[in-house]
């Protein structure tokens, strides 16, 4: 079974999911967040599509590492979305990495408007292989 990253923001998150064999990660897409909290249901459908069987959240740490608002509010959706779907949910350091995304995206020289479409899921794409990378054994 695959694992799905998630980059939990104020309007978007982020979705990444794994190989089969949990090697790497690709950016899948985006889902909007609604102010009736219908993304868990995205989310869910997205998870069967992809045979996902865990779920990564970024946890923004501050830099002294830290846990500020922004990271207890992760912190309350991963909790909320392993009760809500009954899967284990692992948070993982995402300190950078939307900073990583949009230097990558840049160097690319890819848009700006291109790069507001892209770096949430690149993102996440980042938070779920950092995770990989920690459990690869060497």
């Not at 950078?96 to 993102?123: F, G, N, Q, Y």
Request: hydrophobic share 40%; proline share 2%.
């Amino acid at each position: 079974m695959r694992l799905m990253g998630l980059d939990y923001g104020d309007r978007r998150i982020g979705v990444a999911v794994s190989d089969a064999f949990r090697w790497t990660a690709q950016g899948l897409g985006v889902v909007e967040k609604r102010r009736d909290n219908s993304e868990d249901e995205v989310i869910a459908k997205l998870m069967v599509e992809h045979e996902v069987s865990e779920i990564v959240v970024g946890l923004p740490k501050n830099m002294n590492g830290t846990i500020g608002p922004r990271g207890e509010i992760c912190i309350a959706f991963a909790q909320h979305l392993q009760q809500k779907l009954n899967v284990p949910v692992h948070l993982w350091d995402e300190r950078l990495t939307t900073v990583a995304a949009e230097r990558t995206l840049l160097e690319a020289d890819v848009s700006r408007k291109k790069r507001k479409l892209v770096v949430d899921k690149m993102a996440a794409a980042l938070i779920l292989q950092n995770y990989l990378d920690s459990k690869t054994k060497r």
